[in-house]
């Protein structure tokens, strides 16, 4: 069953096509990545699925629904969450505090046994109480991506989860959203880290300079003419 719909995105920054003309599906309970090299427009893609960004041209709709001109918290409270590349903890906050915020935007209670759970998985409970400025790079990251389950998303959209973490953690992190994905979740990460991220999607769509230059499945994506064309001259291995 289809979730989301993109149609025809198009967003400018001044003389700069940062997602041109970008046209694609997520089904229900499915996990999708999104890759390409820096500045093909895969961060910029998800401001405008988030409603932080608002596109030229093109239509977004969640469940058949027209969302293109709507708000991000509206959106949030549909169940389409975020986490963002550059993490952005409340940094006072202390880590289970920091677990607080997303649900006032999903409206609904904190669970205090099911956040105690969550930092156990990500191996953060015994930073639980102290404030969230005291963690790691690794750690923020882990606690970016607790806060986005814990809201229970219907879309959780993540933006380089693995970005700055060790093997160890990056194997936290996927175990977490397979169990997310298990329960019904559906899931859209952009990664850099691409063996681990290949291990984990099941469709994988390829940008550079805007435009989408392959969909299809994992294994294929390095078999691409266009693919490897976008990645010589980068130090990424496919
Ligand atoms: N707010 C902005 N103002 C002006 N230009 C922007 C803005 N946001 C992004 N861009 C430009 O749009 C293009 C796409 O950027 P974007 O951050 O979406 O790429 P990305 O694929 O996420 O890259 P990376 O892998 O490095 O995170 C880049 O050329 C970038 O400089
Ligand atoms: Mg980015």
Redesign the pocket.
């Known amino acids: 069953m289809e979730i989301l719909r993109v149609e025809q995105l198009i967003k400018r920054?001044?003389g700069?096509v940062?997602v041109d003309n970008v046209s694609f599906t997520l089904q229900k309970n499915e996990i999708l990545g999104i890759i390409?090299p820096?500045?093909?427009?895969?961060?910029?893609?998800f401001s405008l699925i988030s409603g932080t960004e608002k596109p030229d041209s093109g239509k977004i709709y969640l469940n058949g629904e027209d969302i293109t001109n709507t708000k991000p918290y509206h959106r949030a409270l549909k169940g389409l969450v975020r986490t963002f590349?550059i993490v952005r903890p409340f940094k006072s906050l202390t880590v289970e505090q920091n677990l607080h915020a997303p649900l006032t935007v999903r409206k609904i209670h904190f669970n205090q046994e099911e956040a105690i759970q969550l930092l156990k998985k990500l191996g953060l409970i015994q930073k639980r109480n102290i404030p969230a400025a005291y963690l790691t790079h690794g750690e923020m990251k882990k606690l970016e991506v607790a806060r986005g389950l814990i809201a229970k998303p219907r879309i959780l959209m993540l933006d380089?989860p693995f970005g700055g973490l060790t093997v160890a953690e990056i194997g936290e992190v996927t175990s977490v959203l397979r169990e997310y994905y298990e329960e019904g979740g559906t899931l859209v990460i952009?990664e850099?880290r691409l063996r681990e991220l290949m291990k984990l999607i099941q469709r994988a769509l390829v940008?550079d300079q805007g435009k989408l230059i392959f969909e299809g499945a994992p294994a294929d994506v390095a078999k691409s003419e266009a693919v490897i064309k976008a990645y010589l001259g980068t130090d990424t291995v496919i």
């Open positions: 920054f001044g700069i940062a390409g820096n500045g093909a427009g895969k961060t910029t893609l590349q380089e952009i850099h940008m």
